[in-house]
């Protein structure tokens, strides 16, 4: 049996640093992040929900996109008003859009795929807020992996599968059971 920490460990991604990484490559990093690690999440789930392809379309889409926007943003003033560029500059924008829905649709599948592999594995329901999984998609799946461990260790003290720490392992340092009881 795999341990709870396995995925996360493999990954070795934490997400405070997945995020300053997208933020100061402009977005790129998730994209090189999914197509080297996504096949770290298929084969610890052994649910196979997207592809390399999948990824390379999604940074096809991206890359095209932001292309065609600095294409499309000419000046007129200094150009002259031209009808093309505003068509490549909805072009570009709607590949961007199509970017952005491919993330959340990955996003989805690779959640469908983690509650799959923690319910069949370690026997409890990995609960994943679908309204982040929309806004922060592949940012938040991250973060539930790295969450993992703790979210089956309130499982297992819920379930009474573990118990509380004894009294005296929460006391502050130089304290005792006996300096807390009233005399």
Known sequence: MTDITTLGTRLNTKTLNFVLLSFVTFGIYPL?????????????????????????WIAICYGISRQ??????????????DPTMDAIAMLGGVLSI???????????????ALQSYVLNTFKFELKM?????????????TWCINAMPEAFAKHKIIQGGLTAAPAEATL????????????
């Open 32 to 56: 090189m992040w999914l197509y080297r690690k996504q096949s770290i999440i298929i084969d610890t789930t052994k649910v196979p929900f997207s592809s390399d392809l999948y990824v390379l």
């Open 68 to 81: 065609l926007s600095v294409m499309g943003s000419t000046d007129p003033e200094l150009y002259g008003y």
């Open 98 to 112: 199509a970017s952005g829905v491919m993330y959340i649709i990955w996003a989805f599948k690779a959640r469908t």
């Open 129 to 141: 807020n679908v309204f982040y999984v929309i806004i922060f998609n592949v940012f938040y799946i």
């Open 172 to 183: 502050p340092a130089g304290n005792s059971q006996a300096d807390t009881d009233p005399k």
